[in-house]
């Protein structure tokens, strides 16, 4: 009983997925789908992320992004995004394609390049739903542990790219990259690691060159 | 449609919480149930834990570990827990109390005191299953930041204590105490805050003694 009903709330979904893909594209967005365990950095790494885009290539930006309260990361994000919309999920675990859908009928798309969509804080649950992004991003943090591609791969199989942040902190935490690179190795060997620290600005270059690039190649 | 059949799954998930806490009581042991993000350091606070209760009162524990995959923590909890149950969930995201009836069947209950339930790291769905836990901890940690009670009240709002782990990080990251404490005061009064840190050893001694109260105050 539970197990159709997801089945088919999945595929439901997946359908929406198709139509914002279709819609995404024809204005040449590049969307992102971002996931992570709660406070691992996503919305520090958009307020970097946007204005370098903007500075570097003059590319605007807009965000969708998802918290079960508050509307704490859009008032962040206000200052540095040319559009946002605050999805509030109440006490959902993960968006919804539909969702998406709905927040896009709110934004321009014709005035912007990329569409960040900041998912629900939740290593789990965001791993099952396609919201009709290009790429997903699996971000990862080195207070969490190392153990963490070990124990959620649902999350981090998917990705087309793993971000590992607050990499200043592996010299005060006892934290083994080798063994994220291990565990990555039995789960996803087709999308790169790339180690970051959006507060001490590590990484960041190989980051928005990753990101141009992807955009680059969906569209030219 | 989704709605009914998830009300219908809490409403059978809380009649077997409900055997699980009569069995629980039966044998005078304290059941607790710990959630947080994953890498809050619900694994260590265990690590911990374990041994200086056995120390200090000869009370013996056990657990039971819920993960998506991997025994890793089974594995460290070995050397420490008088008895321990991994529970693989395989994608699932959250421990379920037909989950914990089925790994009390495994233990020897007569022998212990304490039973820690360790739930899959995750803010959002474990706050919605009574798994027949006497009290629910939620543990949060400073590198996720100070702004995680507002964003998931769910989890804070039910719980019977609230444990800030890594606190020995304040003076690294620009972390705020007090914003933690405004927000808790808008979603749950009743319960303490307790500032901790597993590695360093701070704040360990008010929460054995928060624990030992618990048990002394639920059967004598």
Redesign the interface.
Known sequence: ??IS?LHS?LKANDAVARGNRHRLGQYKLLALNITS???SGKTTLLEKTIPALAAENDQRSAVIVG????S?DAERLGGVADQIVQINTE???HLSATMISEALDQLDLACVSYLFIEN??????PACYDLGEHVRVAML?V???D??V?????LFQPADVILLN?VD?IG?LSYQVNRVREDLSLVNTKSPLIELSTIAGVGMTSWYSWLVRQHRELYI
Request: aromatic letters at 2%; proline letters at 9%; hydrophobic letters at 30%.
């Open positions: 009983m539970q009903v709330v365990a709660p406070g918290d079960l309260q508050t704490r006490g959902g675990c629900v804080g939740n290593m789990v649950c943090s207070p969490e542990g153990d963490k070990a124990k959620y791969p649902t607050k902190l005060v």
